[in-house]
């Protein structure tokens, strides 16, 4: 069961899915109605698992709490900075590759039953190894009003699946005459003062051999943003109006993805798939 009824299923479907798409190897995607994803992966396989396991049998005894995220907003020569810190009870590997999927994502909202980002199109620019960057066209739904209204996003997106980091700008975002960020994920080993007690673990290995493999590892994720409206929008009071829905938009955001992964945390596991190697360097 997921956290509502019949959530459990999509959950199920969305992460074998993924897992499957992971365990392949395609050519590279250069087609705007071909979103195969991932071409490669760059971590363990079998070691993302075993933290799915993990957090699965974690949650029917102490379910994870999810904190609140922390978001920070400053404004310096017409320019808005928003920081946000959120922590997630899912594994980073597998959490960074949701954030990325154009497939699916964890932005469904369960309670109403719809995305609130959508993926109209992309197309891959360049790819080596671990990076690739696309041109996609995003629509994200903010509320206005009562209403939901979706705003078309048109983006240059850097992504690293080997160091769980991408960069983005603007190439369109109506009222926007600058738009660009970076987010990162990184590991926050949550069990670390229960298993490793003599010396505080500073990297995976060091955390899996104190904790004897069984130290679950949640995903830290920051979000650096960067924007400036067009004028008359950098004006008050219709620019209290661009930040107040920008900052409302980001926190629906968050919290659909937080229910994501409670619901990803209690769903059934994924039957097994085959591989012929988990892990590409």
Same mark, same amino acid.
């Given at each position: 069961?997921?956290?509502?009824?019949?959530?459990?299923?999509?959950?199920?479907?969305?992460?074998?899915?993924?897992?499957?798409?992971?365990?392949?190897?395609?050519?590279?995607?250069?087609?705007?109605?071909?979103?195969?994803?991932?071409?490669?992966?760059?971590?363990?396989?079998?070691?993302?698992?075993?933290?799915?396991?993990?957090?699965?049998?974690?949650?029917?005894?102490?379910?994870?709490?999810?904190?609140?995220?922390?978001?920070?907003?400053?404004?310096?020569?017409?320019?808005?900075?928003?920081?946000?810190?959120?922590?997630?009870?899912?594994?980073?590997?597998?959490?960074?590759?949701?954030?990325?999927?154009?497939?699916?994502?964890?932005?469904?909202?369960?309670?109403?039953?719809?995305?609130?980002?959508?993926?109209?199109?992309?197309?891959?620019?360049?790819?080596?190894?671990?990076?690739?960057?696309?041109?996609?066209?995003?629509?994200?739904?903010? #509320? !206005?009003?009562? =209403? +939901?209204?979706? &705003? *078309?996003?048109?983006? $240059?997106?850097?992504?690293?699946?080997?160091?769980?980091?991408?960069?983005?700008?603007?190439?369109?975002?109506?009222?926007?005459?600058?738009?660009?960020?970076?987010?990162?994920?990184?590991?926050?080993?949550?069990?670390?003062?229960?298993?490793?007690?003599?010396?505080?673990?500073?990297?995976?290995?060091?955390?899996?051999?104190?904790?004897?493999?069984?130290?679950?590892?949640?995903?830290?994720?920051?979000?650096?943003?960067?924007?400036?409206?067009?004028?008359?929008? #950098? !004006?008050?009071? =219709? +620019?209290?109006? &661009? *930040?107040?829905?920008? $900052?409302?938009?980001?926190?629906?955001?968050?919290?659909?993805?937080?229910?994501?992964?409670?619901?990803?945390?209690?769903?059934?596991?994924?039957?097994?798939?085959?591989?012929?190697?988990?892990?590409?360097?």
């Amino acid at each position: 069961m997921g956290v509502l009824p019949g959530s459990g299923s999509w959950i199920n479907q969305n992460s074998q899915q993924l897992l499957e798409a992971e365990s392949k190897s395609s050519e590279n995607v250069d087609s705007e109605d071909d979103f195969k994803f991932p071409a490669k992966i760059y971590y363990d396989l079998n070691e993302t698992r075993k933290q799915q396991h993990l957090w699965r049998e974690a949650e029917k005894k102490h379910p994870w709490h999810n904190a609140s995220p922390k978001i920070k907003v400053t404004q310096k020569n017409g320019f808005y900075h928003m920081n946000i810190e959120l922590t997630v009870g899912l594994p980073p590997d597998f959490f960074y590759d949701l954030l990325i999927n154009p497939e699916g994502g964890p932005f469904l909202d369960l309670h109403k039953g719809r995305r609130l980002v959508e993926n109209e199109s992309r197309n891959v620019l360049f790819e080596n190894g671990p990076r690739q960057t696309t041109r996609v066209e995003k629509s994200v739904v903010c #509320n !206005l009003f009562g =209403l +939901s209204i979706p &705003i *078309r996003l048109n983006l $240059i997106v850097d992504d690293n699946r080997k160091d769980l980091m991408t960069q983005y700008k603007k190439e369109k975002v109506i009222f926007m005459k600058a738009f660009e960020g970076d987010y990162k994920v990184e590991p926050v080993f949550v069990d670390k003062e229960r298993f490793c007690k003599k010396r505080i673990p500073m990297t995976r290995q060091e955390y899996k051999k104190c904790s004897g493999g069984q130290g679950k590892i949640a995903s830290k994720l920051t979000i650096d943003q960067y924007f400036q409206p067009y004028p008359p929008f #950098n !004006l008050p009071p =219709l +620019s209290w109006f &661009i *930040r107040g829905i920008t $900052i409302k938009t980001s926190k629906t955001l968050l919290a659909v993805v937080q229910d994501t992964s409670i619901a990803m945390r209690t769903a059934k596991p994924p039957p097994p798939v085959k591989t012929g190697s988990n892990k590409h360097e």
